[in-house]
């Protein structure tokens, strides 16, 4: 069940509306299309004395939300309209969050229309929005860390030094292999952040369950920042659609080590499932911390 809606407009002034007390808002929601599945555009080639077609690829197509909306005096109707207007303005940029029972969904959109009904005994107003990605997003990104503490702090305890660091709170337990179960409709790209606290070299990363890798050419990174993996190095590789990169900071400056994963690197995609992945490394696999991002993408709400 739909419980609120909450859009943030281009200032980031968000308001909420919740259906259960439309009162609050000052907006009562009558109608919401454009929360399930985005429709599929199949291509297919037709050919001649051949029943049926040849498949050739598919696409969800764009997503456009409408909202039907009815005014209440806050403190009047007019004020409630020309808050449509403050919260919906037109060709804007806007994020739009719905909370169900289950999830929330958020999803950015431009306005196309706010169509007020003025002189009706109910006022209210229609407003549609085109959002250009086809799928909601959960709120906030999946995080996995490829590793544990294991605490070991323990009380009583004594500190005989002022100077030196006797406590330890707890081990870092070094894992190279991580499953990563994802609870999404549609797959999506992932984020890979590696932080070397010492030097390493020969970095490759794998998707057990496909047989995909990445793997950092070494001799090439050498020629782009002028060594191997250092302590202090920081590597980030996206293999989100159409936001895939590499690069490697390394005191404060950013290099793009694209050229080093090689020109046709595997670009990672988790599915809905179990996604096991690997790293390995040819030396300092022990100076490695691997952490990783992504999004979770739904097909509707």
Not at 180 to 185: M, N, Q, S, W
Request: hydrophobic content about 40%; glycine content about 8%.
């Amino acid at each position: 069940m739909i419980k609120s809606l909450t859009v943030t407009n281009h200032l980031e002034e968000t308001l909420s509306i919740e259906l259960r007390f439309p009162e609050q808002s000052g907006f009562l929601i009558y109608g919401i299309d454009g929360l399930g599945p985005s429709k599929a555009e199949i291509n297919k080639t037709d050919v001649a004395n051949l029943d049926g077609s040849f498949y050739n690829s598919s696409r969800v197509t764009p997503r456009n939300i409408v909202l039907s909306l009815v005014f209440f005096e806050m403190p009047t109707i007019e004020e409630t309209r020309l808050k449509s207007y403050k919260y919906f303005p037109i060709k804007k940029r806007v994020k739009l969050e719905i909370e169900t029972d289950k999830r929330i969904g958020v999803v950015y959109g431009y306005i196309e229309s706010n169509e007020p009904v003025i002189f009706s005994k109910q006022e209210g107003t229609t407003i549609s929005i085109v959002c250009p990605e086809a799928y909601f997003y959960e709120k906030d990104d999946a995080l996995n860390i490829f590793g544990s503490l294991d605490p070991v702090f323990e009380f009583p305890f004594s500190n005989e030094s002022l100077t030196e660091k006797l406590l330890n709170f707890g081990d870092l337990i070094l894992e190279t292999t991580k499953n990563i179960y994802y609870e999404g409709d549609a797959s999506v790209g992932l984020t890979f952040y590696i932080h070397a606290t010492g030097s390493a070299s020969g970095l490759e990363i794998e998707k057990i369950t496909t047989g995909q890798t990445i793997s950092i050419n070494s001799t090439i990174l050498a020629t782009i920042v002028g060594s191997d993996i250092v302590a202090g190095d920081d590597i980030i590789i996206s293999t989100v659609v159409g936001d895939k990169y590499a690069v490697l900071i390394r005191s404060g400056i950013e290099y793009n080590i694209r050229n080093a994963i090689g020109k046709y690197p595997d670009w990672f995609r988790l599915e809905r499932g179990d996604n096991l992945f690997n790293y390995t490394a040819i030396s300092g696999i022990t100076n490695l911390q691997f952490t990783v991002l992504n999004k979770v993408a739904y097909e509707g709400v």
